[in-house]
Structures are given as structure tokens and as C-alpha cells.
């Protein structure tokens, strides 16, 4: 289990983009992330008529390391760290250290 996981809402605290919001779209390998919108990088790139992409340049999201974004707790509307806890029924789940709120 993550800490960070797909559709979260994020805020960046280091790098170019800190203090930005975004959602989580994608987990990429070794705790590297996608955020919408975030971490953008101008890519070179060919065109190939035969499967219709158009050359040019284009912006491209690029992966940020998971230690570089904070959960947002909606109750603060801040970005909270995050820990695990096991329910009563033996479910494990995560949680928001500033408050023990359960991550919806």
C-alpha cells in the first residue's frame, strides 16, 4: 500500500512547482508520480503522418519523486502527512497525522 495513491489531490512542496495543486494521474515505477499539470517539460517531437501525429513541440508531464508532494487534508485544506493504521476488522487503512481522520 501507498501513501499517495491514483486520483489523490496533491500539493508540491519542493522544485519549480511548489505550492501547485494537483491530482494524481498516474504511478509510475521506484515512488515516481505523475501530477496533472505539473512538472511540465517541452519535448521535441516527430511527426508520423501514418498514425497522424503532428510534429512539433509539445509540453509533456514527467514524473516527480513521491517524497516532493503532500496529501491534502480537506478538512485544512493543507497538505498533511500520512500514515497506516489497522481498523478493528483487521483493515488497513490510511490516515492523516495532524487529525487521525481515516483518507477517504
Given at each position: 500500500?501507498?501513501?499517495?495513491?491514483?486520483?489523490?489531490?496533491?500539493?508540491?512542496?519542493a522544485?519549480?512547482?511548489?505550492?501547485?495543486?494537483g491530482n494524481v494521474t498516474e504511478?509510475?515505477?521506484?515512488?515516481?508520480?505523475?501530477?496533472?499539470?505539473?512538472?511540465?517539460a517541452k519535448k521535441h517531437q516527430k511527426g508520423n503522418p501514418n498514425a497522424g501525429i503532428a510534429g512539433g513541440i509539445?509540453?509533456?508531464?514527467?514524473?516527480?519523486?513521491a517524497s516532493n508532494v503532500m496529501l491534502i487534508n480537506p478538512?485544512?485544506?493543507?497538505?498533511?502527512?500520512?500514515?497506516f493504521k489497522t481498523l478493528e476488522d483487521g483493515k488497513k487503512v490510511r490516515f492523516y497525522k495532524s487529525n487521525?481522520?481515516?483518507?477517504?
Open positions: 500500500m501507498n501513501k499517495i495513491v491514483k486520483n489523490d489531490q496533491v500539493v508540491i512542496i522544485g519549480k512547482d511548489k505550492g501547485r495543486r504511478l509510475t515505477g521506484k515512488g515516481k508520480l505523475l501530477v496533472q499539470g505539473i512538472n511540465l509539445i509540453e509533456k508531464e514527467m514524473p516527480l519523486d478538512a485544512t485544506d493543507k497538505g498533511d502527512r500520512v500514515g487521525g481522520e481515516v483518507v477517504s
